[in-house]
């Protein structure tokens, strides 16, 4: 059975950090393309910052300098630093596994950034 868990949201004022991250069980978790995605209210979800079973990094243009994905396949865990956070980063944040056609999903935490 695939499970995604996070944990780290929170609230934190401007300017500040916070570090999520994600443990994952059930899958082959090297092989798997791993994801942050946000959904603030009343918009879509979209991509944060991805990273593939090769260490290849992608980010949304919004983040980055100030977002860094990291994964650790020893530990099944997937991260995310956030730094120099700002309102506009107010969202659930979700972890994701994906592989070709397989796509898994975290229940999401709350990260909510204060001006």
């Known amino acids: 059975q695939v499970q995604l868990v996070e944990s780290g949201g929170g609230l934190v004022q401007a300017g500040g950090s916070l570090r999520l991250s994600c443990a994952a069980s059930?899958?082959?978790?090297?092989?798997?393309?791993l994801g942050w995605y946000r959904q603030a209210p009343g918009k879509q979800r979209e991509l944060v910052a991805s990273?593939?079973?090769?260490?290849?990094?992608n980010y949304a243009d919004s983040v980055k300098g100030r977002f860094t994905i990291s994964r650790d396949n020893a530990k099944n865990t997937v991260d995310l630093q956030m730094n120099n956070l700002k309102p506009e980063d107010t969202a659930v944040y979700y972890c994701?596994?994906?592989?070709?056609?397989?796509?898994?999903w975290g229940q999401g935490t709350q990260v909510t950034v204060s001006s």
């Open positions: 994701n596994a994906r592989k070709v056609v397989n796509w898994y």
């Open positions: 059930g899958m082959t978790f090297s092989i798997m393309t």
């Open positions: 990273i593939s079973s090769g260490g290849s990094t």
